[in-house]
């Protein structure tokens, strides 16, 4: 074999392995999870939609290789943008899914019914997408008089139409550090001050409503011992 040959070969193998070292590997949406909350603050009529999607991704060169999450509405030219900074990011059975509850209408108006698609892309650029569907049904399931009542004295009562209730404990930051399972009926304060350790500041209730598959959030309440 001639030198020139030799060095042929050995410029294909050297570029191969290079290739080889600067091609990532391409992020891998495993699941995808999203759900509609209508939104009442305390004391208010008006409510709002949020949307909550959450993706567990896979990605050989880790999580930190994942640079933006896009939730996108083709038809209604609308998209959302996630990134480290604004996604929330949870580890459920050595699964990573990042995500957020919070995606909404900047002026509050109802989110447009139709197909959305969740795109993630990596530092390099490679990219998976997924795709679901919100009904017009589904963002006109809400009545007002559907949200959950909360009664706050020494004991905070609930009076709720649906089944699945979770009150939501709140510290300063407004991280929530508690959670009660509470159908209609009651809890004393000093149960919870007990379990968080006096830091409990504002409490909201989560109704889950089974048959449209969506939440309704009241709140968020002081929190306050009299």
Same mark, same amino acid.
């Given at each position: 074999?001639?030198?020139?040959?030799?060095?042929?070969?050995?410029?294909?193998?050297?570029?191969?392995?290079?290739?080889?070292?600067?091609?990532?590997?391409?992020? %891998?949406?495993?699941?995808?999870? /999203?759900?509609?909350?209508?939104?009442?603050?305390?004391?208010?009529?008006?409510?709002?939609?949020?949307?909550?999607?959450?993706?567990?991704?896979?990605?050989?060169?880790?999580?930190?290789?994942?640079?933006?999450?896009?939730?996108?509405?083709?038809?209604?030219?609308?998209?959302?943008?996630?990134?480290?900074?604004?996604?929330?990011?949870?580890?459920?059975?050595?699964?990573?899914?990042?995500?957020?509850?919070?995606?909404?209408?900047?002026?509050?108006?109802?989110?447009?019914?139709?197909?959305?698609?969740?795109?993630?892309?990596?530092?390099?650029?490679?990219?998976?997408?997924?795709?679901?569907?919100?009904?017009?049904?589904?963002?006109?399931?809400?009545? +007002?008089?559907?949200?959950?009542?909360?009664?706050?004295?020494?004991?905070?009562?609930?009076?709720?139409?649906?089944? %699945?209730?979770?009150? /939501?404990?709140?510290d300063d930051s407004m991280n929530i550090?508690?959670?009660?399972?509470?159908?209609?009926?009651?809890?004393?304060?000093?149960?919870?001050?007990?379990?968080?350790?006096?830091?409990?500041r504002w409490i909201s209730i989560y109704?889950?409503?089974?048959? +449209?598959?969506?939440?309704?959030?009241?709140?968020?309440?002081?929190?306050?011992?009299?």
């Amino acid at each position: 074999m001639s030198f020139q040959n030799i060095y042929k070969i050995s410029f294909v193998i050297a570029l191969v392995l290079f290739l080889s070292a600067c091609s990532g590997s391409v992020p %891998d949406i495993g699941q995808l999870v /999203w759900q509609i909350n209508f939104i009442q603050k305390a004391g208010e009529s008006f409510s709002y939609e949020e949307l909550s999607v959450f993706t567990m991704v896979n990605d050989e060169d880790g999580i930190s290789d994942i640079d933006k999450i896009y939730i996108i509405n083709d038809e209604a030219e609308l998209f959302w943008v996630l990134d480290s900074n604004s996604w929330k990011m949870k580890v459920i059975n050595s699964g990573t899914w990042l995500g957020s509850n919070s995606i909404r209408m900047n002026d509050y108006s109802n989110l447009p019914s139709g197909t959305y698609r969740v795109l993630v892309i990596d530092k390099a650029g490679e990219r998976d997408s997924r795709k679901f569907y919100i009904s017009t049904e589904m963002l006109d399931s809400i009545e +007002s008089n559907l949200f959950p009542k909360i009664l706050i004295a020494d004991t905070i009562q609930l009076e709720s139409k649906f089944q %699945d209730n979770t009150l /939501w404990v709140y510290d300063d930051s407004m991280n929530i550090i508690q959670k009660y399972k509470i159908n209609n009926g009651k809890i004393n304060k000093s149960i919870i001050n007990s379990d968080t350790s006096n830091k409990a500041r504002w409490i909201s209730i989560y109704a889950f409503d089974s048959e +449209s598959g969506t939440g309704l959030v009241k709140g968020p309440y002081s929190f306050k011992l009299r």
